[in-house]
Structures are given as structure tokens and as C-alpha cells.
């Protein structure tokens, strides 16, 4: 079987920058043991499957190297991005039924497209042990605040620090134990950017993860909170980086961001 693929780096203005995702479109989803197969083969961190089942309505599948996942953002701008430029240019919104419901994206103007997320707010939480089991695996000194949503999320005071992540270390079995999988690492921002963060999930095979539109979705309210402004300047600030325009409204958080097209194949399975 022979299968069109395409990728395209999220969250960025040209190639080499923001997060990349591989597309693969489909006439009828596949097995999803060869959906992960392909996922796996790819090695990124997001491989996204989609059907059309309208005009401007697509049934959307994410698949890391490791699993399926109930929501990925940045694979969702990129999947819209294909759709507008390539498969469906007429469209100025397009639509996809996912396991997290309907997300739709608006095709930005400027090039920044428009994505809307279900919102996933953080609850506080704390345990000294676990701040400081974390700081030690971390290479940092411990977190202000420790936080739940659908990841766990770890707030100090500075940009410097977030920077000065070496990377996920031994964090997979410690978010384990507390029934997590994945980490959000944020502080406030620097310059124009009104927050940073760094995110990883070694337990789903993605160590670090370049920019990543669902941990926005706890993000966003977060800092509009903390903040009080409801839109919002953010870097990501992996090796890779990404800027995202994000807005809270409500239930929802609305990410702005561009993308760019790096390559085009076929893939035979």
C-alpha cells in the first residue's frame, strides 16, 4: 500500500523552527497497530492521521512514536495547514471530530492560522518531596508551585531556569508514580513574551517536545489568571522554539500560530 505523507514544522515561520508534525491522509483509518507502526517509523513527535468526511470536516487521529493520544495540538495547525494549502485551498475554516470533540481552525490572513482548543485549567497541588525529587532529576533548583490538568505542571520564577533544563533526566518514573506522563515547565516571560515554558513526555516516547499547542490549554489560563489579560505572547523554549499568540475565552483557548511545509513523500506499508 502506498500512502501520500507530508510534514510540516507547527508553530513556525519556515523551516528547521517550531514543532514538526507527519501528516498522512487518508480515504478510511487504517489499523491502528500500522497507524502506530508509521508513527513509529517517523520519530516524531506527532504523526497525524485524517479522513475526510465532508467538505471541511476531517475525522483527526494523533499518534506519538509510542501511542495514541487524546489530543495534540500542534499536529492539528499543521493537519489544517495541508488542508488549506494543498487539499481543500477554498476553505477558510476547517473542522475535525478528535477524542478531545470537535477543534476547528480559521485560516489566518497573515499566515497565522487559528486553532480552538478545549481549555484545561490547572488545579494546585503540592508535595515538598516531589518538588524536590523533580529539581534533583531536573538539574534546577526546585519549583514555586507544582500544579494538575491533563499534565503535571512546575512554575518557577525566572525564564533562566526554564532555559537551563538539560533535559527530562529521570522523570518518567517520578510522573509515573503520581499518574502522570507528561511535564509542563514554565516561569514568566522575558521581552515581549508574556510567559515561557518547555514541555516533556519520555513516557511516550517524546523526551522533549518542541512546541506544544495542548499544554497551552492549561498554559493560557494559567497566566491569563495570573496576569489578568486574557491574550498572550508566549515562547516555547526548546532547542527547536515557537511563538504562539494565545487567547482565553472561557472553555476555550484559542492558539495563533503560522507554519511551514518541509516535505512531501510517499510512503509504502
Known amino acids: 500500500m502506498k500512502l501520500k505523507m507530508w510534514q510540516v514544522d507547527a508553530f513556525a515561520g519556515r523551516p528547521f523552527e517550531g514543532n514538526p508534525a507527519a501528516l498522512v491522509p487518508l480515504e478510511g483509518f487504517i489499523g491502528a497497530e500500522q497507524m502506530q507502526q508509521i508513527a513509529n517509523e517517523n520519530n516524531l513527535a ?9 467538505p471541511g470536516q476531517y475525522d483527526l487521529r494523533w499518534f506519538t512514536p509510542q501511542a495514541e493520544v487524546d489530543l495534540c495540538g500542534h499536529a492539528t495547525l499543521a493537519s489544517a495547514h495541508l488542508i488549506f ?6 476553505l477558510a475554516e476547517v473542522s475535525f471530530q478528535t477524542r478531545s470533540g470537535r477543534l476547528s481552525v480559521l485560516r489566518g490572513a497573515d499566515g497565522w492560522h487559528e486553532m480552538s482548543l478545549p481549555s484545561d485549567p490547572p488545579t494546585p497541588w503540592w508535595d515538598k518531596n516531589f518538588a524536590d525529587e523533580l529539581a534533583g532529576a531536573l538539574g534546577v533548583a526546585p519549583p514555586r508551585e507544582l500544579l494538575r490538568a491533563r499534565y503535571l505542571m512546575a512554575v518557577w520564577e525566572d525564564a533562566e531556569t526554564i532555559a537551563g ?3 527530562p533526566g529521570r522523570i ?24 515561557v515554558s518547555r514541555f516533556f513526555a519520555p513516557a511516550k516516547g517524546v523526551p522533549e517536545d518542541p512546541v506544544t ?3 497551552h490549554c492549561s498554559l493560557a489560563p494559567f497566566w491569563a489568571e495570573r496576569l489578568g489579560k486574557t491574550t498572550l505572547l508566549a515562547r516555547q523554549i526548546s532547542p527547536r522554539g515557537g511563538d504562539l499568540i494565545c487567547r482565553q475565552a472561557k472553555e476555550r483557548t484559542i492558539l495563533k500560530g503560522p507554519c511551514a511545509l518541509y516535505m512531501e513523500a510517499e510512503i509504502f506499508v
Do not use: C, K, N
Open 172 to 195: 518518567a518514573p517520578l510522573l509515573h508514580a503520581q499518574g502522570m506522563w507528561g511535564l509542563i515547565t514554565t516561569a514568566r516571560g522575558f521581552g515581549d513574551y508574556d510567559f
Open 213 to 215: 499547542g495542548s499544554a
Open 165 to 167: 533544563i538539560e533535559g
Open 46 to 54: 506527532e504523526t497525524a492521521f485524517f479522513v475526510r468526511t465532508a
Open 85 to 90: 494549502t494543498e487539499l481543500e485551498p477554498e
